[in-house]
């Protein structure tokens, strides 16, 4: 969803020296600064882009906004350079009011071009508002809801003459989600932020301050962050970092440091940042095992401040996420209930919420959302805490909003995943999971202190043998070429290959826009085999002949059953599994793990074979079409 980048420094264009009176300013000139800041937001997804910047000597706000990506922008800016500035604003649009054209791009501008905004989110009452400001006079560019916002901050500035009184003001008329950025000609150093229910975090600088959607936005420039609250407003001058409420009364913000590094957001030579992310991944699993045990080797979880009573007292856990992240979660249930005998449930975040779910003080819910920003899984954690439930979070963005409203957070470490299709969040959000299951298994007694040094020990096992899968993938990607003209791939999975062969179906319905569906195997009978006829690919994630009695040999026995109708079957086996070969048309070999630990490697051949089919067919693999990274409106 859209992009925001807010700066503001001492203005010194790009090389120009320092004088006695001025501060050089370290990030150079705000415009390059607010378009490094949107590169770096790319990745959330948009349709257009643009910049508002003022400076000392300008009496109003300059310009440039284009549909398109980010180059058409840049185009622009080449074409017409703009001044010198102090300030400027920085917005990439995911359109939701109004197409996603020139003048619908923001910034919007009001009073007499003299203040510009930018605008995340959807104002649910900007129907009202407007014919309020249409019977004031006011004439209106755009269809935007984000105009509307604009030329009520203009009216509230010309009542209050102050642009943090005013956008107070403007916030408590609004309804909806919305983060706001304003710049005013008035004052070429100041840059105002508002937040209601969508992102907005503060980086620190010295002669500089910088706002952002997340941290992305500024972590080439700070690693020092503010993270901002629920209806809060945020003043930054070069020198100064002011918050307020929205009855503009003085707020308190969170102070962290970042623990990303922003070369972690380059592409580092790959061909797409997903390439990147895939081989990340024994790193994103190792990140997360990492410092979570104490020295007698037990596992220790620190950051879960949950009273170990009320976790002990725990009777039901209820997973929330969306997409990649309910599998991850999906995954989880088999191992937390074997280990903990904990009944698990999975659910959507959005079903959730309307539902009516039976919940309370012994319910513990666990959501799992990488951007840490997910509205859907936001709202369900808000509707979970309302009920009386604990909610532990399990988030990979440091200063996001879910860890911030949830009782407890448990960090992946994953660093900035950029493309759009999630990879190695997966991976590590399957693996915070365990460590969390692992635990309440150690704390209420099902396992033995000596039962999870072990288990720990196989999960630090994982990132060489996913190292391996990741090297073996020049065979997955040679399949996913010569398949660029398949319509439709089924994908078939048992116990916790069933979540597994569900993400790959999702994989390659995002990046590669073909049809697929991912089944439990057993299932196949009582419904998906009609579907199956000559040629139709079907992945199959077959379990660990070694594992549960009768898992291996069920899936054995669908995959024959497909392919007595036609089926080519593209297996995913574990070395050594001479029974399944025989019936693979394709066989793409994992190490062996245990049947718990197996989607942490299954789901590497699926991840490389959809990017591969979608680069094959010229497609986009980091920002596939209509998409969005971090999904803030519901
Ligand atoms: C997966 O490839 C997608 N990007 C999407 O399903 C994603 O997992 C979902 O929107 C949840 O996002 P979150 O983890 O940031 O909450």
Redesign the pocket.
């Known amino acids: 969803m859209c992009g925001i980048v807010g700066y503001t420094g001492l203005g010194l264009a790009a090389g120009q020296p320092a004088t006695a009176e001025t501060t050089p300013v370290p990030s150079g000139h705000p415009l390059e600064v607010a378009l490094e800041g949107l590169r770096r937001l790319e990745y959330r997804g948009y349709d257009s882009a643009g910049v508002a910047l003022v400076g000392p000597g300008r009496d109003d706000v300059a310009f440039a906004k284009k549909s398109g990506k980010l180059g058409n922008l840049v185009g622009e800016i080449e074409a017409h350079p703009m001044p010198q500035a102090t300030a400027a604003i920085g917005h990439t649009r995911w359109a939701t009011h109004g197409g996603p054209t020139d003048v619908n791009a923001h910034p919007h501008l009001a009073d007499g071009d003299r203040l510009a905004v930018i605008h995340n989110g959807i104002i649910e009452n900007f129907a009202q508002l407007k014919k309020e400001l249409l019977a004031e006079g006011v004439f209106f560019r755009s269809e935007t809801d984000t105009e509307v916002a604009a030329q009520l901050l203009a009216r509230e500035y010309r009542r209050a003459g102050d642009l943090t009184e005013a956008m107070a003001a403007t916030a408590r008329r609004l309804e909806g989600t919305f983060t706001l950025l304003a710049v005013h000609a008035d004052d070429p150093l100041k840059v105002v932020g508002a937040r209601h229910d969508s992102p907005l975090v503060v980086g620190l600088g010295e002669g500089e301050n910088f706002l952002g959607s997340d941290v992305a936005a500024f972590i080439a420039f700070t690693k020092e962050a503010l993270e901002l609250g629920q209806d809060q407003i945020v003043t930054i001058t070069p020198t100064s970092v002011d918050v307020v409420d929205f009855r503009n009364k003085p707020a308190e913000a969170k102070r962290f440091t970042v623990d990303w590094d922003a070369a972690a957001a380059e592409k580092s030579g790959f061909e797409s940042f997903m390439d990147k992310e895939i081989h990340d991944q024994p790193h994103a699993v190792a990140d997360t095992l990492l410092g979570r045990t104490d020295v007698d080797g037990r596992l220790t979880l620190d950051e879960i401040r949950i009273d170990e009573a009320v976790l002990r007292a725990v009777d039901k856990i209820i997973v929330i ?5 309910a599998y991850a979660g999906h995954v989880a249930k088999y191992a937390i209930e074997h280990w903990c005998r904990i009944p698990v449930e999975v659910e959507l975040a959005h079903e959730f919420r309307y539902r009516d779910p039976i919940l309370n003080e012994k319910t513990l819910v666990v959501a ?4 840490g ?2 509205m859907d ?1 936001l709202m369900a954690v808000r509707h979970a805490r309302e009920q009386g439930a604990k909610v532990l979070s399990i988030v990979n963005t440091q200063g996001s909003t879910i860890p911030r409203e949830s009782d407890a957070v448990l960090y992946t470490h994953a660093g900035p995943e950029i493309a ?3 990879t190695k ?1 997966f991976l590590s959000q399957i693996t915070a999971a365990y460590l969390l299951g692992l635990y309440l298994a150690q704390l209420r007694g099902n396992k033995f202190a000596d039962e999870v040094a072990y288990l720990l020990g196989e999960l630090r096992d994982v990132p060489a043998k996913i190292q391996t899968v990741i090297e073996r993938g020049e065979y997955v990607r040679a399949t996913a070429r010569s398949m660029q003209d398949a319509t439709s791939v089924l994908f078939l999975g048992r116990h916790v290959g069933y979540p597994v062969a569900l993400e790959g179906a ?2 390659l319905k ?1 990046l590669a826009y073909i049809h697929a569906e991912g089944f439990a195997a057993g299932e196949l009978k009582h419904g998906p085999i009609a579907l199956i006829d000559e040629g139709q690919p079907v992945f199959v994630v077959v379990p660990s002949p070694r594992g549960r009695d009768s898992l291996h040999s069920k899936v054995v026995s669908n995959i024959q059953e497909i392919r007595a109708r036609g089926a080519r079957t593209l297996v995913i086996a574990e070395d050594g599994d001479d029974e399944v070969r025989r019936y693979a048309d394709e066989i793409f070999w994992i190490p062996q793990v245990p049947t718990l630990i197996q989607p942490l490697l299954a789901v590497v051949p699926l991840q490389i074979f959809a990017m591969s089919l979608a680069t094959a067919k010229g497609l986009d693999v980091d920002q596939p079409r209509n ?1 969005a ?3 803030t409106v519901e």
């Open positions: 996420a969306c997409g990649t992240a799992i959302s990488q951007s920003e997910t899984t759009v299709a999630s969040a999702l994989k995002e998409l990274k971090s999904v």
